[in-house]
């Protein structure tokens, strides 16, 4: 027997628009579309002025209907703050901010959570937003899989999602050589979906990669009138499947 999940990654740029527009009821309209089992969100808001206040998470969370979710603050701005939401139709079972800053540079961290796709059968996930800098994403990536390695058991079905800033795929090669990660595409866009910027996209900006034994059966970057505007990247979305196995 196996699992499968179907995943959103989305840096949401705190529901702010490309038309410099708050507008949080897009953002949601697009994540009621896809009706994923998890979501990866990136460039959360909470209690910042820019997004009225908002506590973001609990309201998608409320309006989306997903029962669990967990949130990695990790940029302060004016007396709230900005990070990574994770939120998931099935149990998240552990949740940790993993610090993955390179001072001087920007606070970032990976929000690593356990899924409980069935009883008794975890997936490890990783919800990142990584550094503008290559050497930078290098170390924070090495840390990142230091902490999933360590952490997971052996075979547990790893996923890192998110915003991972690569132009270039220097980055994303090395994974998936060194560390024996996949990346999740298409055959038309080899090198991953193009994301960035949304209005016209050429960047592969966000990414999806996952460890054996999960397989990958589809791969859609959600490219229409209204992700054009809803935020500056556009939202990817994976099928993975597993087999079933018990902790």
């Known amino acids: 027997m196996s699992a499968k999940i179907r995943i959103v990654t989305w840096n949401i740029h705190k529901g702010i628009g490309t038309d410099r527009r708050y507008a949080l009821d897009r953002t949601i309209g697009v994540l009621q579309d896809l009706n994923a089992d ?6 959360v808001d909470h209690g910042v002025s820019r997004s009225d206040f908002e506590n973001q998470k609990k309201r998608l969370k409320r309006e989306l209907g997903y029962e669990y979710g967990a949130l990695g603050l990790n940029v302060k701005v004016q007396k709230g703050a900005y990070g990574n939401l994770t939120m998931s139709r099935l149990p998240i079972r552990s949740s940790r901010n993993v610090d993955l800053t390179i001072p001087p540079k920007k606070r970032r961290s990976g929000l690593v959570t356990r899924i409980e796709v069935a009883p008794g059968s975890t997936w490890l996930l990783a919800n990142v937003h990584l550094g ?4 930078e994403r290098k170390v924070q990536v090495r840390r990142l899989l230091s902490h999933l390695f360590e952490e997971a058991d052996e075979r547990e079905p790893l996923v890192i999602a998110g915003d991972w800033n690569e132009w270039a795929s220097r980055l994303t090669r090395s994974v998936t050589k060194e560390w024996g990660f996949h990346l999740a595409r298409s055959d038309h866009q080899p090198r991953g979906a193009r994301t960035w910027p949304s209005r016209r996209p050429f960047v592969s900006l966000d990414k999806i990669l996952y460890r054996d ?14 992700t054009r505007v809803a935020s500056d990247h556009l939202p990817l979305m994976v099928e993975l499947e597993a087999p079933l196995r018990r902790r």
Do not use: A, S, W
């Not at 998890?38 to 460039?43: A, G, T």
């Open 38 to 43: 998890v979501v990866c969100l990136q460039e």
């Open 132 to 135: 503008l800098m290559h050497l």
């Open 213 to 226: 034994p999960v397989r990958c059966h589809h791969v859609v970057c959600v490219l229409d009138e209204v």
